[in-house]
């Protein structure tokens, strides 16, 4: 099996729509500026943004855009640099400009305790490896020096993350078309509701399916 | 939008958008009082109960202000059709969740703007069960109101009127009533396969009474279902207290202050409410008023109450019971999902078309309390979030598994949690920006919620596979907040009386989800309106008996 994700709806580009009434001026304005502005690292570290490039390279992998993948770090960035989100918290969670910067630097701290390498050094199943035991909250507590998941439920932490990075991939206009997703509907919206019924402007589905 | 809505208020010097035009700078005069004019109501937020009873108290008469901490919309420029876009139609103010069963805050449960979380609500449009008034004395499970469903039902009509409200000709559950105003929409795709299910598995089903129009309504277009609801309706068909009740409130010469968040109830030497203290364009101002009401919903009501505590009332306003902030609930909303062989796309029409009230009115079960059952469609980031979270998938799974996005379907439910007085909201310790303590939020399901999610899931198992999905998984969630400052016939156990008068200070009032001592198994909004329309009858009788 490939490792290359297929969509069911080739050839169909969300964006096609760009000029017709399924996109008002504020939906234009939104997406416009997520494309062309995409954000500075501004908040982490260096070595703490390259752990985050590479844990969200695992979560939501990209291997069908070579050179040219979403971009889902710098608005992980962008969110700890502006404290956005959805501002609550468990209260055995630190906020999320405590708890992230711990997170990556516990999780590398993880890769260096088992494999002698930081995370960003390990190959793609020994991180997926690691994450896993993350999400399971796994995590070699104690074992790893200066014990750095104290305050931070490890599984925790990944689902943040991992939603996170869900609301960057998914918020953009390339997520949209290789799930068929119809996109922006305003003032058009849609007049074929029924099962297997589409609008002329929705995805078309490829025939062998 | 422009980040200066979110800190410019709109409605001042006179004037106030006009929701209805699709020129930004349109405007509707705005009756404006001055922060010493003691005016006879101040409002703390204009959701489906402070919005409503706003209009109402405006139309008899009264010199009304509604302050609303988030921005005052214009809905057919503001809104993009984008879910990461429309973030800020959400409370995402810092927050702490705890308990045994934290519950997500944010976006699944809270709105911020005028017009509150009515303008991201799914419409859903549904009457209590008339003895859910009385559960504790007709069904053996948990509280009594201090009202009838009687005493409502009048009510009620009101609200469905107003909102236009869209739904089936005959309704399969409750007391026999009117027709609906509107006309039901037809099902979407993936409303039908609800109704397929439902018809296989033996439950009946209906359309859902939908707060949408399926005709015009003034200056307000049908529903084109475009599906973005969840983020805001960019068209006006959705029926939200902003292009509602807050437009009669304005021509009935309420003002409406924007961007105006309420630290504190103020109170005097006679232990009677004063006015309000707000922040606004950058600074505190104090609004006097003969009359307070708060309509902050489940978690910023009883926190303004605790945080407005004085030397008089140490506790917090209107707490002698203690039960300010008590009695927290949500509605259980557990999922079922699967796949289907045909292509449903449920991003288009309202999300929840279809439901069943069945385990609502059918006391044959092994659980006290109810549920309803609704047909579903996610948007892509909250769709992709809930896979990730309920089935653990992440990485290519993940990317693989929501490819088949449009041919997903699914079913959830609105289910009744018992009210319990641990569940509840206090104070932290920490402070948010302007200084006031942030809100801690218990909440724990009992034995019983979990007999009812338990139940609920195989119901929702039965019907989806009837329907012929596949590949079924279940999903947790909560949806809704209701209680926390229970109305009851008992001052020392409740903290307001049937007229959201509260039992400690006579000119301070409440009118919002929070006053719910139950919370049934149907969405909340419509009765929170139609409590509303009886509390604005009330004080207006009240008045004129000299009852104030």
């Not at chain 1, 919206?189 to 002329?200: C, E, K, S, T």
């Not at chain 2, 009117?178 to 109704?195: C, D, M, Q, T």
């Amino acid at each position: 099996m490939s490792n290359v994700p297929q969509t069911p709806y080739p050839g169909y580009d969300v964006l096609d729509t760009w000029n017709s009434s399924s996109w008002n001026d504020a939906t234009r304005e939104v997406v416009d500026r997520r494309l062309r502005e995409v954000p500075e690292r501004r908040f982490l570290s260096e070595d703490h943004y390259a752990t985050l490039e590479a844990v969200v390279a695992r979560l939501v992998p990209q291997p069908d855009r070579p050179g040219d993948p979403v971009p889902i770090a710098p608005w992980l960035d962008h969110r700890l640099d502006t404290d956005g989100g959805e501002g609550f918290r468990k209260a055995s969670v630190p906020p999320q400009r405590e708890g992230w910067p711990q997170g990556l630097r516990a999780l590398d701290a993880e890769a260096r305790a088992r494999h002698g390498a930081p995370f960003t050094a390990l190959g793609a199943e020994q991180q997926d490896a690691l994450l896993h035991r993350v999400q399971q909250g796994e995590v070699q507590q104690g074992e790893v020096e200066g014990e750095p998941w104290v305050g931070l439920p490890p599984d925790t932490f990944f689902s943040d993350v991992l939603s996170a990075a869900l609301g960057v991939y998914y918020a953009h206009p390339a997520a949209w078309s290789e799930i068929g997703f119809g996109g922006p509907a305003s003032p058009r919206g849609y007049v074929r509701l029924g099962a297997d019924q589409r609008d002329p402007w929705e995805a078309e589905p490829r025939q062998t399916r | 939008m422009t980040d200066d809505i979110l800190t410019t208020p709109r409605a001042c010097e006179g004037r106030a958008p006009d929701v209805f035009s699709a020129d930004p700078e349109a405007c509707v005069p705005m009756r404006t009082y001055a922060d010493d004019d003691e005016v006879d109501f101040a409002i703390v937020g204009t959701g489906a109960g402070g919005g409503t009873l706003a209009c109402k108290l405006a139309e008899a008469g009264f010199r009304v202000v509604a302050l609303d901490a988030g921005p005052f919309w214009r809905p057919l420029t503001d809104f993009a059709s984008d879910e990461r876009a429309q973030e800020p139609l959400y409370w995402t103010d810092e927050r702490i969740t705890a308990g045994d069963d934290p519950i997500e805050l944010g976006s699944n449960n809270s709105g911020r703007g005028v017009g509150g979380s009515t303008l991201h609500f799914t419409m859903v449009s549904l009457r209590f069960r008339p003895e859910w008034f009385q559960s504790r004395s007709r069904l053996g499970y948990a509280l009594d109101w201090p009202l009838a469903y009687d005493d409502l039902a009048p009510y009620y009509t009101e609200a469905e009127d107003a909102l236009k409200i869209s739904g089936p000709v005959r309704y399969p559950w409750g007391p026999p009533r009117r027709r609906y105003p509107y006309r039901p929409h037809e099902p979407s795709a993936s409303g039908l396969v609800l109704a397929r299910g439902c018809e296989r598995a033996g439950y009946a089903w209906a359309s859902v009474p939908l707060a949408t129009l399926s005709a015009p309504h003034g200056r307000a277009h049908p529903c084109v279902y475009r599906g973005f609801c969840a983020a805001g309706c960019s068209t006006n068909a959705k029926q939200s207290v902003l292009v509602t009740w807050i437009p009669r409130a304005l021509a009935a010469g309420a003002e409406i202050r924007d961007l105006a968040f309420v630290g504190q109830v103020e109170t005097g030497g006679d232990g009677r409410a004063t006015g309000v203290v707000y922040h606004r364009d950058g600074a505190w101002h104090r609004q006097r008023a003969r009359h307070v009401v708060v309509a902050g919903y489940s978690i910023e009501t009883p926190r303004l109450l605790l945080n407005s505590a004085t030397g008089a009332f140490p506790d917090g306003l209107a707490n002698s019971s203690g039960l300010v902030g008590a009695g927290l609930m949500v509605h259980a909303n557990d999922g079922v999902y699967g796949t289907m062989d045909e292509e449903i796309r449920w991003y288009k029409g309202p999300p929840v078309m279809t439901l069943s009230e069945h385990w609502n009115y059918c006391d044959d079960k092994d659980f006290p309390g109810g549920y309803a059952f609704m047909s579903q469609g996610p948007l892509p980031i909250a769709w992709a979030q809930s896979v990730a979270q309920n089935r653990g998938l992440w990485g290519l799974d993940l990317r693989r598994y929501l490819m088949d996005y449009n041919r997903m379907a699914g079913l959830k439910i609105v289910g009744e949690v018992e009210p319990q007085d641990a569940n509840r909201v206090e104070l932290a310790d920490a402070e948010d920006a302007l200084g006031l303590r942030i809100p801690r939020v218990s909440f724990s399901y009992s034995a019983n919620d979990r007999r009812l999610k338990a139940h609920a899931r195989r119901t929702m198992r039965e019907t989806l596979s009837a329907a012929g999905a596949r590949d079924l998984w279940e999903a947790d969630g909560t949806a809704h907040l209701m209680g926390g400052c229970r109305m009851g016939s008992d001052p020392a156990t409740s903290v307001t009386n049937a007229d959201g008068r509260t039992w400690d200070v006579p000119n301070l009032w409440i009118c919002d989800g929070s006053l719910f001592p139950t919370g049934g198994g149907v969405n909340p909004s419509l009765t929170i309106q139609a409590l509303a329309c009886r509390i604005g009858d009330r004080i207006t009788t009240m008045a004129h008996r000299g009852e104030l």
